[in-house]
């Protein structure tokens, strides 16, 4: 079994900064990727940012050149989520979502409880 901690987050200002972190365990993990996605009421949840085992990166273009991800680790089993330039609009709740590879080629997902993130005006 993986578990996934997410942390951070909280009541930030516009303008301002946080920063979240999460962190996967579990017995031989092999991971091959790490992914944020937020969540706001009543709408799906949206992807925010990657970090693939090889290093590469992306984010969305609603947080390009505010928010940067990275890894923590060589192996991948912990990252961070930098927010910068906090908007109102990136209140939510953010999820930490973790790929971890199986045998033949398949991959199974789980999933962090959500941290919330508050920007005031």
């Known amino acids: 079994q993986v578990q996934v901690e997410e942390s951070g987050g909280g009541l930030g200002q516009t303008g301002g900064s946080l920063r979240l972190s999460c962190a996967a365990s579990g017995s031989d993990l092999s991971i091959s990727a790490m992914a944020w996605y937020r969540q706001t009421p009543g709408n799906q949840r949206d992807w925010v940012a990657t970090v693939s085992s090889g290093g590469a990166t992306a984010v969305a273009d609603s947080v390009k050149g505010r928010f940067t991800i990275s890894r923590n680790d060589f192996y991948l089993t912990a990252m961070t989520l930098q927010m910068n330039s906090l908007k109102p609009e990136d209140t939510a709740v953010y999820y930490c979502?973790?790929?971890?590879?199986?045998?033949?080629?398949?991959?199974?997902?789980?999933w962090g409880q959500g941290t919330q993130v508050t920007i005031s005006s």
């Open positions: 979502k973790v790929v971890v590879r199986g045998g033949g080629g398949r991959t199974k997902e789980y």
